[in-house]
């Protein structure tokens, strides 16, 4: 069972995320990554996906894997909303963006 407290540090942590992918300039893209280290929780990279299923009017299409991936069933949306902001995307990776 949840608690009151967790609830609280969710909706802080989908704050945080929210903040920091609306950040995210037009035609640049962040990893999850990227994001969670923003959000001030370095190591939480898969719960920033969810914040972002949780948090309406976000440009989520700018979060990327951290090997310039596109994410799972919605990659082709991903990348033609990265292509209409003129990010280089080849086939489902953005270009330009290494590994970690």
Known sequence: MRSDVDAVQDLRFDEAVAKA???IPRGK?????????????????RAVAGALR??????????????????????????RRLLAEGVR?????VVGVRAR
């Not at 893209?29 to 929780?41: D, E, F, P």
């Not at 995307?89 to 990776?93: A, D, F, Q, T």
Request: aromatic share 6%; net charge positive; proline share 4%.
């Open 21 to 23: 992918v609306r950040a």
């Open 29 to 45: 893209v962040l990893s999850y990554t990227q994001v969670a280290a923003r959000a001030g929780r370095p190591r939480a990279a």
């Open 54 to 79: 949780r948090t309406m009017d976000l440009p989520w299409w700018r979060v990327i894997r951290a090997d310039g991936t596109l994410a799972g069933a919605v990659a082709d949306e991903q990348r």
């Open 89 to 93: 995307v080849e086939g489902l990776r």
